[in-house]
Every structure is written in C-alpha cells, then in structure tokens.
C-alpha cells in the first residue's frame, strides 16, 4: 500500500499562486508515477498533471500547460505542484495518486483549492 497526503490547497484570487504537496509512504517502490488530478463541482476527475520518479520531463494537461509545474524530490518521497496565473476554472479538489502497474491506484484524500475574482 502506499499511502498519499496533500497539502496547500486554499483560497487565492485569479491570477494568484499556490502550490500543493503531496507526501507519499508506504511501499512507494511500487509505484514509479505520480499524478495530480482535479474535480470540479459536477464535473468528472480530470488529469492535471504527472512525473516518474526516475526521471524525465513532467506532462500537463493542456488546460494547465505553461500555468502549473510538478516537481519531485525523491529523498522526501515529495512531489509538488506549483499553480501560477490560476483562473476560476481552476478551482477544484486536487487528488494527489499513485500508479500501480497499470493504472492510478492509489490515491490522497484531496485538497480543496478555490479561485475567486
């Protein structure tokens, strides 16, 4: 199992900052990705964003390309998500996961992040 906590979510106006953590335990050798996701009111869990631990490049959803960066730190089993120039739309509970052999199969308990104008 492994186990996710995020942190830094909260309310910021549009076109504010905020960056997000998420602190992995567990047999974390299992997994060699981590994504963010988000949810919107009504709306399904959509990709944000995701890294291997190995290495290489992030990817970003194209909603997010240019405004977000993930980042890791593999000696605090740490990832990050920075979010600048957020937008209302942005606004959503952002799930930090972990992928398993074939899919994301593990996941944090959320934080709630809210743009205003």
């Known amino acids: 199992q492994v186990q996710l906590v995020e942190s830094g979510g909260g309310l910021v106006q549009a076109g504010g900052s905020l960056r997000l953590s998420c602190v992995a335990s567990?047999?974390?050798?299992?997994?060699?990705?981590m994504g963010w996701f988000r949810q919107a009111p009504g709306k399904e869990r959509e990709f944000v964003a995701q890294v291997s631990w190995r290495g290489g490049s992030p990817s970003y959803a194209d909603s997010v390309k240019g405004r977000f960066t993930m980042s890791r730190d593999n000696a605090k089993s740490t990832v990050y998500l920075q979010m600048n120039n957020l937008k209302l739309e942005d606004t959503a509970v952002y799930y930090c996961a972990a992928r398993g052999v074939y899919a994301f199969d593990y996941w944090g308990q959320g934080t709630q992040v809210t743009v205003s104008s």
């Open positions: 567990g047999r974390t050798f299992s997994s060699n990705v």
